[in-house]
Each structure stands twice: as structure tokens, then as C-alpha cells.
């Protein structure tokens, strides 16, 4: 019997984090359905909530280079675990908001950080450590997470909302984060690298050796020269 190939660590560590960025891409692209919930509690115009999510897209892409450069400094894994403990936070506390000052410090501003640290600057950062060759297909994966992700939790966003109410909702969602997703980052994101055997740099082949060329020696040229000539060569 054969035994089983255990996968690379390089792989454990990329699914992980791609799974973390699928919980938390999804929960921030989920704010769109809360906006209607919201309106008819509050009160409050479009205007005001849009403002809330333009915030959020404006923070989350300006926290992108700050995201990279701690990710190179203290590792991905501290990276991934105090984004999802901002997420948490964000939609624990929004969830108990009372006014628009509330959402925008909880959704515009913790959520939006949360987010920004789960970004594919993290994702490159993982794909740069522990992988030498074929680094875009671990990118590439990592950000096919991040669509993955509005595609499951926006649906269960509205089914939720929807059976419970946008704050049960966000409860829900933000205590799914914190249990499932936390201790796959502490357990299974790792600093130390071990690049991948298996996509390591191969090394440039080696130049075939040229064969050495023979050298006519100069008696065996003048031979065949007087032999064209048709004159008897001095050796015959």
C-alpha cells in the first residue's frame, strides 16, 4: 500500500490564510445589505450610509502599504490575527449601534482596518515566504479567496437578516469570525518559512560540453593537397 502524501506546509499556511481572507472580504462587501435595515430604524438618508461605505473603501486601500510593510516586519500571522480581531470588534460593536457616529467607528473606520490587514498585500506577503517558483498561482489563489468570499457571506448576510434582524445578524456573523477563523490563524498561519520543495527554483541547466575539434596535423594536410594536385606526396 501506498502510503499518503502529506501536503507541503507552504499549502496549509496559504489555504488558511486565503480562508481568513475570504471571512473578511466577505464581511465588509456585506455592509450593503444592512443599508435598508438601517434606513428603516434610524431614519436616515442614502446619503449618510453611502458616506459610511466610501469611507471604508477609502481607508481599506490607504491602509494597504502600511499592511505590507508590517506584514514583512512581524510576519503574516500577527497581521492576519489582529485583522480578524478588528473585524470582530467592528461588527460586535456595530451591531450595538445607536447613532451614525457609531457606524461610521465601527463599519467606516475598525471594520475597514480589519479588512485592509487581509488584503492581498498579506496574501503576496505569505506567497513571497514560502514560495520560490510559481508565486503567481498562490497570489492568484489568495485573491480568488477574496471573491470567493462576498459570494458565500453576502447571502448568508440576507438570509439572516432577513430571518433575524440586521443586528442579529451582524452578531452572528462577527462570533462566526472570532470562532472559526481566529484559531485557524493562531493554529495553522506560520512565520518561520520552509519554502516548497515542490515549486522550488530549478537550476539552470548546464552547458553542453563542445567536443574537441581534431587537429589535422600539418603532414596529413600537405598530403591531401598534393594529392589533389596529382603530384606523388614525399611519405608515398
Known sequence: MSSIRRPHPAWIVLAAVTLCMMAGTGLRSSFGVYIKPMEAEFGWGRGALSGVAAVSLLI????????????????????????LLLLGLGALGACRALGLAQIYLTIGLLMAVGAGGLSIATGSTVAARWFEQRRGVAIGLAAGGMSAGQLVVIPLAMSLTLSYGWRTSYFWLAVGLLVLMLPIALLLVRTTTRPSADFAPTAPPAPRARPPRRRRSRSRSASRHWKRCGCPSSGS
Open 60 to 83: 481599506l486601500g490607504a491602509v494597504g502599504p502600511f499592511v505590507g510593510r508590517l506584514a514583512d516586519r512581524w510576519g503574516p500571522r500577527r497581521v492576519v490575527v489582529f485583522s
